[in-house]
């Protein structure tokens, strides 16, 4: 059985109504990005003046084969690397994938900042950060954290710092600058879909995929005794 493709209305005012009902589409699919803009205008922050705060968030953004970060993600740690030496964060909470052996975000962050100057004790991993929300939600009711600073891509920092805000963390942004390759392009877009997602996850707070305990190691690292 064949499928009729869509016709152009005939009439004038067929014609007028389609083109409402596209407009009408457009901006109810552009509403959460401009949520996102508006609530997180007075969030963003650079390296140089974000507030001195105690806790630090790094977001996932994949591994090469060779189990190191992806140059995207090793901005980021790079960018907490350079908070921490100038004292204005004193625990870095890595929060990343590790769904499968053989793939483990948090340990491979981990790695890196210890290379770049931060101390094993200073670190703390969270190996459930399947997504944004997940990481934001589990920052809050498992780690404790209460205000932090987040780290991520420009074009992913509104999100983060929105959801984090949405799960009870009071949050500042660092949009982490990059060269605007295809990959930068492929991640500007894709957050336009996503806006959608973490509009949904913002007003309904579904669970994270694992929640679990609560873990101290925050308040370890802060303390001073590690994990």
């Not at 105690?54 to 960018?79: C, I, N």
């Not at 964060?89 to 210890?114: F, K, W």
């Not at 990059?178 to 669970?207: I, M, S």
Request: charged letters at 25%; proline letters at 5%; hydrophobic letters at 40%.
């Amino acid at each position: 059985m064949r499928m009729r493709r869509p016709r152009w209305p005939r009439t004038r005012t067929g014609q007028r109504r389609l083109v409402q009902a596209v407009m009408a589409g457009c901006v109810l699919a552009l509403l959460p990005s401009a949520w996102l803009y508006v609530s997180t205008a007075d969030r963003l922050r650079t390296t140089a003046d974000v507030p001195r705060t105690e806790v630090a968030v790094v977001f996932g953004a994949g591994l090469w084969k060779q189990g190191e970060p992806s140059p995207y993600l090793a901005h980021r740690l790079d960018a907490a690397a350079t908070l921490y030496r100038a004292g204005r964060i004193e625990v870095v909470l890595v929060t990343g994938d590790n769904s499968r052996e053989d793939y483990d975000e948090p340990d491979a962050m981990r790695a890196y900042l210890t290379r770049h100057g931060v101390p094993d004790a200073r670190i703390v991993s969270d190996y459930a950060g399947f997504d944004t929300w997940d990481s934001c939600v589990r920052a809050k009711k498992i780690f404790g954290v209460d205000r932090a600073v987040l780290i991520s891509q420009g074009f992913h920092i509104r999100r983060a710092v929105a959801l984090c805000e949405a799960a009870g963390v009071d949050s500042y942004g660092v949009g982490v600058a990059d060269k605007h390759d295809v990959t930068w392009y492929y991640g500007g877009t894709r957050e336009v879909f996503a806006a959608g997602k973490a509009a949904l996850d913002a007003v309904f707070q579904p669970d994270p995929t694992f929640l679990g305990r609560k873990e101290p190691g925050v308040a370890r690292a802060l303390a001073g005794t590690g994990d």
